[in-house]
Nanobody, 115 residues
């Protein structure tokens, strides 16, 4: 029933760290790219980080140097290590998997950065 399962969100203080995980079902045969999007209240959903099948990565300017995306192909899992978190990182984070012309989406996990 569920294709992507996210975990790792929570409440942290500014400067803290979180690690998000997203596991894809083994029923997803082809994975062309994996990534993380986020949506804050009153804002559009934006791409935070992505990793392509060949291993190349890209990041939003706002998170460069602080976030790191990685993957475990055997586990069909994508991770995002988030360091030096800021209040403006507060958002719901969504995992995304591109399979051919189809996008799978996770349920979303809340990240709140507040003192």
């Amino acid at each position: 029933q569920v294709q992507l399962v996210e975990s790792g969100g929570g409440l942290v203080q500014p400067g803290g760290s979180l690690r998000l995980s997203c596991a894809a079902s083994r029923t997803i045969f082809r994975i062309d790219a994996m990534g993380w999007y986020r949506q804050a209240p009153g804002k559009q959903r934006e791409l935070v980080a992505s990793i392509e099948s060949a291993g190349s990565t890209n990041y939003a300017d706002s998170v460069k140097g602080r976030f790191t995306i990685s993957r475990d192909n055997a586990k069909k899992t994508v991770y995002m290590q988030m360091n030096s978190l800021k209040a403006e990182d507060t958002a719901v984070y969504y995992c995304n998997v591109r399979s051919g012309n189809y996008d799978y989406w996770g349920q979303g996990t809340q990240v709140t950065v507040s003192s």
